[in-house]
């Protein structure tokens, strides 16, 4: 007998003792359960800006985790030793320990991120209940291709989000091997929602052009928004013999991306600028407020008294 996973959009059915698309979730004994809960692939501290993530408590420092699997399958995949390819991780940590270790050592949040989080957001989840005991924030660093099923798990338990919007359509198909679609559905979902998103695209010479990020900027205006990261790809995986994406065509993609419209566009570790007067602020300083205009600038800012 098949059991159907819905925690991406593919919907694998999964026979006894099988894994689904990802490798990562397996049928066994009449459930589905992942095939290395608790064994993390990674655990880091970082500053929040890496995730990246510039207008949800920036200055702050994060605790990243990862478990290994991805429900995509990029050629320039940046961290694939990871997402795709299979560890025995010794040490278990429980979503207890996890939050524990947060708590006693001061970090104001938890990412889920490197890998995909969507192929072990259960343990996501349990991990994010324990974290709302001391008011830590969660963070989900994805690649959206959310089922709407996990949709409806997630957006009451996760605070903020970092989205991977990759390419167009045919990216997708032929360098992801996966569908645009979800991606585009998630975005939507979650800004309707009202929960923090900002959006990130990376872009590789030869590959994107002005033509596609115009494209890609009309959907993320139709959706509302607000912040836009536009990084460099670095050979890796399958596009290892691809250069690195030089600063000339970076700062290129991100000044075609301000024409659409998106408030806040970053290419690097830029100033936060006002949208509406131009004002420069150093975003570990805000506290949401332009003091030149009076303007709400989008955010979740640590300094804001009224967060």
């Known amino acids: 007998m098949k059991m159907i996973c819905d925690f991406c959009y593919r919907h694998c059915s999964i026979a006894e003792e099988m894994?689904?698309?990802?490798?990562?979730?397996?049928?066994?004994?009449?459930?589905?359960?992942?095939?290395?809960?608790?064994?993390?692939?990674?655990?880091?501290?970082?500053?929040?800006?890496?995730k990246p993530l510039y207008h949800f408590l920036p200055g702050t420092r994060t605790l990243?985790?990862?478990?290994?699997?991805?429900?995509?399958?990029?050629d320039f995949c940046q961290n694939f030793h990871i997402a795709k390819e299979h560890h025995d991780n010794p040490g278990f940590h429980t979503p207890e320990s996890i939050e524990g270790f947060a708590a006693e050592n001061g970090y104001k949040s938890i990412s889920f991120t490197y890998?995909?989080?969507?192929v072990w957001q259960d343990y996501m989840?349990?991990?994010?209940?324990?974290?709302?005991?001391?008011?830590?924030?969660?963070?989900?660093?994805?690649?959206g291709t959310f089922s709407d099923e996990a949709l409806d798990r997630i957006l009451?338990?996760?605070?903020?989000?970092?989205?991977?919007?990759?390419?167009?359509?045919?990216?997708?198909?032929s360098i992801c091997h996966g569908s645009i679609e979800p991606v585009l559905d998630g975005i939507e979902r979650?800004?309707?929602?009202?929960?923090?998103?900002?959006?990130?695209?990376?872009?590789?010479?030869?590959i994107h052009t002005k033509k596609m990020i115009r494209e890609l900027g009309g959907m993320l205006s139709k959706r509302s928004v607000k912040v836009w990261h536009i990084t460099p790809f670095y050979p890796m995986r399958r596009m290892s013999d691809r250069k690195a994406t030089s600063m000339p065509f970076?700062?290129?993609?991100?000044?075609?991306?301000?024409k659409s419209g998106i408030p806040h566009i970053y290419a690097f570790d830029d100033e936060l600028e006002c949208p509406?007067?131009?004002?420069?602020?150093?975003?570990?300083?805000?506290?949401?407020?332009?003091q030149a205009c009076g303007n709400r600038i989008y955010g979740v800012w640590e300094k804001d008294p009224t967060a």
């Open 64 to 74: 990243s985790i990862a478990m290994e699997g991805c429900s995509l399958d990029c």
């Open 115 to 118: 890998t995909e989080p969507i």
């Open 250 to 258: 970076l700062l290129s993609m991100a000044e075609e991306a301000r």
């Open 276 to 290: 509406d007067c131009g004002n420069r602020i150093r975003r570990q300083e805000s506290d949401g407020i332009c």
């Open 190 to 206: 979650i800004v309707e929602y009202g929960s923090h998103i900002e959006v990130t695209t990376l872009v590789i010479e030869g």
């Open 156 to 173: 009451p338990s996760i605070d903020a989000y970092n989205i991977d919007l990759k390419g167009d359509a045919e990216f997708y198909k």
């Open 19 to 50: 894994t689904g698309w990802c490798r990562s979730r397996t049928a066994s004994g009449g459930i589905i359960r992942d095939v290395s809960y608790g064994h993390l692939a990674a655990i880091a501290d970082d500053p929040i800006e890496k």
């Open 125 to 143: 989840l349990e991990t994010a209940k324990e974290a709302e005991k001391d008011s830590i924030k969660t963070i989900m660093v994805s690649n």
